[in-house]
């Protein structure tokens, strides 16, 4: 449980290997269980302490008065038996041996107290284990377990329980979490029982075995009662079992709303803003953002709970308006105001705000102005950052200088900023000592965090590629100075730009990854005067952030672009066009797009794509196909091109398709409505519908042809219009005849994508000759992976599937001889 997995000892039944905490019944009796601690306890550490040697005199003693030692000692291994031997007759004595007894703020002592309570023989079996126990943490915990049983099944007063579970519970506390996780392994045993007790069912004709099992629940209830859900969880969290204190927390707050009479599932809701804040934490920590946003939508209703709900969702505005609100609110109150934040929180979450919206500029102001050597020291990593992004060196020296927490000295942030300073300033040892620095404490905690998964240890990793790629630059620069004065005249390698792209290609897609590489690589490279390889990397930052709905900033580009090559700048231009159309600027952007067409083919297609879709509609189909079809022969090669065009014609074909269905099912009322809101788009389009139909087929596949950026949704939206054209019966033939040429130079792979797809239509009559051909050449190109999904058709109820499935398999072994291994 230490690492948030399930806690071993919840598998019941399993071997787990040399598991400490099994179940004890399994052992059936004092004999073995003698046994068991002098085999794989005590002779293995016989010499390192006294206690040990006195612990197996005591219990060979005890084997003795029950005639058991000879029994014993022969069931074990020889080297075993005869290290045992000479404690038959030993004489060792044991002084203060009531102290262990006494003290119950250690898991040993409370073993040791248990052990008191037993009755009958057993417990001078216990008592003589219990010397070792001391520094013996496995020994204490399985003694701990039989020595439960025990008390369970026997005669123990309730009181003496309840003084026992306190004690338990006492220690959930301890800052030790072997302690805490000993205790959860016997809440774990106490749960199980519990439920194995109340699964039984009850025989009539044995009321007294009924009365057994009551009172054994009924001891397990005393013991439990002081161990609450709630310490559980407290004690799981700070040991990091997250996944235990998540199956706790779950249970205290079923418990308490059915304490008052309501059904949590009925309206899941949690009334605690703490226990929402604990479980949503709970749920970070175990890497389930969807869990994490359930805790927040079932919360109360408060401002803190609106802006967390804000912060996951990234709408960093609504979040800043929450921290003004609440600075207004405290204003009003004089301060005094219970129901808001502490200002210094308040400042901190504006800061963190015009972070996330990068507004460097704003952000640096604000920490500024802000007074008190506190504030100065909490934001000193956001100030740096800052400062670094806008490359204004004066003032990242200044954070730097701001004072420091001294938990807080080996902040990534501050040491990035340090070591970008020092690529700035051209001092190369302090960069590589705060290189080499930075590098060794990232390695340090990396470690750690692969231990639990490889989502935790990424962010380490990431680190370690931003000050890589810093080096690299640095070193790269130094090649270049040095080849400058030697006046070398080698060929050139690829510029810097190009390498940093083809490697961010290879990290994780989200916005936080690739922007604090485009971030830091931007800087570097601008302060290396390397203008066109800069501006590559800021186009690059802003087509992430327009993709990712970030508010950017980006000055136009006949200015901002205006020193670069014509190629850069003509895709700068293209991305203000993109920029202005995902800020809602639609006509601004077909503006820029339109007399951007004159030079760039891309500009014309995006233009005309924009112009066409659903929202907007204005152009009429036939000018649409012009556009698409110039676009087109521009850019033959170009994937984008082939699968625009591809996409409108299908925008077509869906509205005639659908005045099909509507008049085959003689829905007269709502063909004439459709006709009226699209009256333009059936009326006047550009072809036929057979060549719609081709055109349209046509063009998806020529585009896969191009590349396979969309093969997913290309060809399950092939076979889907295949499929409906068959059952509307409209120009099947040529449907299928242009899948049929087309897939004549398409790939097997790119059909064993969709196989399962082809398998459930190939029934159809129509569709079976040319999909049988598909499925066939899937199967012939992956034999043993395409097999398992032939089975469906094999084991079908059906005699004619079964058939069909044969005569493939046949016809494919034919010429792969292994399709039948």
């Not at 007759?89 to 203060?96: A, D, G, N, R, T």
């Not at 609450?228 to 997250?242: E, I, L, N, Y």
């Not at 990232?442 to 962010?459: F, H, I, K, N, Q």
């Not at 797009?593 to 924009?610: D, E, F, I, N």
Request: with cysteine.
């Amino acid at each position: 449980g230490a690492i948030g997995a399930v806690d071993p000892s919840r598998f019941s039944r399993v071997d787990l290997g040399e598991a400490k905490a099994r179940i004890p019944q399994d052992l059936g009796s004092s004999e073995l269980l003698a046994k068991r601690v002098l085999a794989e306890f005590l002779v293995p550490n016989l010499t390192s302490k006294n206690a040990y040697a006195f612990a197996v005199q005591e219990i060979l003693k005890y084997l003795q008065s029950r005639g058991k030692a000879d029994k014993i000692l022969k069931d074990l291994r020889e080297d075993v038996r005869e290290t045992l031997r000479p404690y038959l007759s030993s004489s060792y004595q044991l002084i203060e041996g009531a102290q262990l007894l006494s003290d119950t703020s250690s898991f040993e002592g409370v073993v040791a107290q248990a052990a008191s309570l037993v009755q009958g023989d057993q417990r001078t079996l216990f008592e003589a284990c219990l010397p070792a126990v001391h520094g013996n943490h496995a020994l204490a915990l399985f003694l701990m377990h039989h020595v439960l049983h025990h008390l369970l099944t026997s005669n123990t007063g309730l009181g003496e329980l309840g003084k026992l579970s306190a004690a338990l519970a006492g220690l959930l506390e301890s800052p030790k979490h072997a302690t805490a996780q000993a205790v959860f392994t016997l809440v774990d045993d106490m749960i199980q029982r519990q439920e194995q007790l109340q699964s039984e069912v009850p025989v009539a004709s044995k009321p007294g075995d009924a009365t057994i099992r009551n009172r054994q629940l009924q001891r397990i209830e005393q013991m439990r009662r002081p161990i609450t859900s709630r310490k559980v969880v407290a004690a799981s969290v700070r040991c990091g079992a997250h996944a235990r204190a998540l199956q706790f927390l779950e249970e205290a707050i079923i418990d308490e709303a059915q304490s008052r009479t309501v059904n949590p599932f009925d309206n899941p809701c949690i009334q605690s803003e703490d226990d929402c804040f604990l479980l949503q934490s709970i749920y970070s920590n175990l890497d389930e953002p969807d869990g994490v946003l359930g805790a927040l939508r079932v919360g109360p209703a408060t401002v803190r709970m609106r802006m967390l709900q804000s912060k996951h969702a990234g709408r960093w505005q609504d979040v800043q308006a929450c921290y003004e609100e609440q600075l207004s609110l405290q204003a009003a109150s004089g301060g005094q105001s219970s129901r808001a934040f502490e200002r210094q929180e308040l400042l901190c979450g504006l800061v963190q705000c015009e972070q996330n919206m990068r507004r460097f500029e704003s952000s640096l102001r604000l920490i500024q102005g802000m007074d008190g050597e506190d504030m100065q020291t909490r934001l000193r990593p956001h100030a740096v950052e800052a400062a670094w992004q806008l490359s204004s060196w004066d003032r990242l020296q200044q954070a730097l200088d701001m004072p420091s927490a001294h938990d807080s000295a080996g902040d990534f942030q501050v040491k990035l900023g340090q070591a970008l300073l020092a690529f700035h300033e051209q001092e190369g040892g302090l960069m590589q000592s705060v290189l080499k620095e930075t590098t060794l404490q990232v390695t340090r905690t990396l470690a750690s965090a692969a231990r639990e998964s490889y989502a935790r240890a990424y962010e380490h990793l990431l680190k370690l590629h931003v000050l890589s790629d810093i080096s690299w630059l640095a070193e790269t620069r130094d090649a270049s100075v040095s080849k400058g004065k030697s006046g070398g005249t080698e060929l050139r390698a690829a510029a810097p730009s190009q390498i940093i792209l083809g490697r961010l290609e290879a990290t994780a897609p989200t916005f936080h990854t690739r922007q604090l590489i485009l971030s830091t690589t931007r800087v570097a490279l601008t302060d290396m005067a390397l203008t066109d390889d800069a501006k590559q990397i800021e186009l690059a930052s802003v087509r992430l952030c327009r993709k990712h709905n970030v508010p950017i900033s980006m000055e136009h580009p006949s200015i901002s672009f205006a020193q670069v090559s014509p190629e850069l700048a003509s895709r700068a231009q293209l991305e203000w066009g993109r920029l202005l159309y995902a800020r809602g600027s639609r006509h601004d952007a077909l503006q820029h797009m339109q007399q951007l067409a004159l030079s760039h083919p891309k500009a014309r297609l995006l233009g005309t794509r924009w112009a066409t879709e659903a929202a907007s509609e204005l152009l009429i189909p036939k000018v649409a196909e012009a556009e698409f079809k110039e676009a087109r022969e521009k850019l033959p090669e170009y994937e984008a091109s082939w699968f625009y065009h591809a996409s409108y014609l299908d925008q077509l074909l869906k509205e005639q398709l659908t005045s099909k269905k509507d008049q085959l099912a003689g829905n007269a009322a709502r063909e004439a409505q459709r006709l009226r809101r699209n009256h333009s788009s059936s009326s006047v389009c550009p072809f036929d519908l057979k060549n719609l139909v081709t055109f349209t087929v046509r063009g998806y596949l020529q585009a896969l042809h191009r590349g396979n950026k969309r093969l997913h949704f290309i060809l399950n939206r092939v076979l889907q219009l295949v499929w409906e054209c068959c059952e509307l019966d409209i120009h099947k033939t040529e449907a299928l005849a242009e899948v049929d040429r087309q897939a004549r130079d398409m790939q097997p792979w790119m059909w064993y994508v969709v196989l399962p797809q082809l398998i459930s239509r190939v029934h159809n009559p129509d569709m079976r000759q040319v999909f049988t051909k598909l499925i066939m050449s899937a199967l012939v190109a992956f034999p043993h992976q395409a097999g398992w999904q032939m089975v469906q058709l094999l084991k079908s109820s059906d005699k004619e599937h079964q058939k069909l499935g044969k005569d493939m398999l046949l016809e494919v072994g034919r010429s792969r001889n292994d399709v039948h291994r």
